[in-house]
């Protein structure tokens, strides 16, 4: 039976002071290197934070259960440490079955509180993705967010493509996205279409190999050689000449 003394916020408190108490300052430092923004990190390590945070949703879905996580990773995600929205994904992640339209909703707001690619590709890679491969009803919801004027929904756009790509899916919609976003100079963007792109290429190259060669003069050098990565060095010659 849940609990009405205890408010997501409050548990959101006490994550935050553990992810403060437990962070390394000089793994801290060492993170920074990694960013062009200055950002805020508690110095924690991924593999540990994504341990502590699964054994804070078993706690929670046990005692609160399942919309109580969801309210306690919103608030989280609110925050501007690194580590913090980390860990909002984390005890999201793999529970695609147990959200439907309402928080998939709620998780694309959070695209407005993005301010780097790493809050971006958990975000997206992690709890994005997965929902809409698990329903392809969200795929044009997807695709407006190309047309946004938020660099972080336009590449978001990409990423959240990735895990259907790769099990062969949404090959019309990749290259309508893919076409809408070749004009885009923004390199996080470009970033982000090379990465679906290369997917797109790993998993069905029968397909994309062709659309590559048909977009490779109008293609940002940065998106061309970013997709072309897994194929054979003879293809990918040939792509790039």
Known sequence: MPNP???????ADHIRRVLKDGGS????????????????????????????AKRFRRTICQEQGMDFLVQVADELFSGAVLEEKAFA??????????????????????????????????LVHCVLAPMVNADSVRVPQVLRWAKSR??????????ALIR???EKKFFPEIMTLSDSLLNDEDDMVQKG????????AKYDRKKTVPYLMKIRSQAPRLVLRTACETLPPVLRKKILA
């Not at 990694?34 to 502590?52: D, N, P």
């Not at 529970?95 to 971006?120: C, I, K, M, P």
């Open 5 to 11: 003394k205890i408010s997501p916020a409050s548990i």
């Open 150 to 159: 938020n660099r972080w929904r336009r590449r978001a756009a990409c990423v």
């Open 89 to 122: 994904v984390f005890l999201l992640e793999g529970q695609t079955e147990n959200f439907g339209q309402r928080e998939f909703r709620l998780f694309a707001s959070w695209l407005d509180r993005v301010t780097n690619w790493a809050d971006h590709d958990a």
């Open 25 to 52: 300052a000089p793994h801290s430092v060492e993170v920074q290197r990694f960013f062009k923004e200055v950002i805020q990190s508690r110095g924690w390590y991924t593999a540990e934070l994504r341990k502590v």
């Open 193 to 200: 279409l090379g990465w679906l792109l290369r997917e797109t």
């Open 164 to 166: 259907g790509a790769r």
